[in-house]
């Protein structure tokens, strides 16, 4: 249904032979919400909600889209479509210890993630 690709933790890590099953399964878990990255032909990174690029040097001037942060800490969403993302991560392992922390790594939802909440929304207009 959806043509966004859920994000696998070798897309977004270097991960090699000496990494142990479990932390990788457990990268997996962090980032099966999140949608694999796109780019374009410049290899920038492209908005999954209005498919504009992420450049927060055009947008200082008007131009294009960035990352803005959003109330929360740690989430952030287009400029130009409000499309939800995290910039912040606290990855834990399946026990709850800390696994890696990544900063300024802006991750979009899945749209089956951010859909979730638009339906909420929908369900309360409706009332
Ligand atoms: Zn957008």
């Known amino acids: 249904m959806s043509e966004h690709k859920q994000l696998k933790a070798s897309?977004?890590?270097?991960?090699?032979?000496?990494?142990?099953?479990?932390?990788?399964?457990?990268l997996d878990a962090y980032c099966s919400v999140f949608a694999e990255p796109k780019k374009d032909a410049e290899s920038r990174s492209?908005?999954?909600?209005?498919?504009?690029?992420f450049d927060g040097f055009?947008?200082?001037?008007?131009?294009?889209?960035?990352q803005?942060?959003?109330?929360?800490?740690?989430?952030?969403?287009?400029?130009?479509?409000?499309y939800p993302?995290?910039?912040?991560h606290y990855i834990k392992d399946r026990d709850g210890e800390d696994l890696l922390t990544l900063?300024?790594?802006y991750l979009q939802y899945l749209p089956d993630e951010s859909r979730k909440s638009h339906e909420a929304d929908?369900?309360?207009?409706?009332?």
């Open 46 to 53: 492209v908005c999954i909600g209005c498919g504009q690029a």
């Open 68 to 82: 803005e942060w959003g109330m929360a800490h740690g989430e952030a969403f287009c400029s130009g479509c409000g």
């Open 11 to 26: 897309v977004l890590f270097n991960i090699g032979a000496d990494t142990s099953q479990s932390i990788i399964e457990d």
């Open 103 to 105: 900063r300024n790594v």
């Open 85 to 88: 993302s995290r910039g912040i």
């Open 58 to 66: 055009r947008s200082m001037f008007g131009l294009g889209v960035a």
């Open 122 to 127: 929908r369900a309360k207009e409706a009332l």
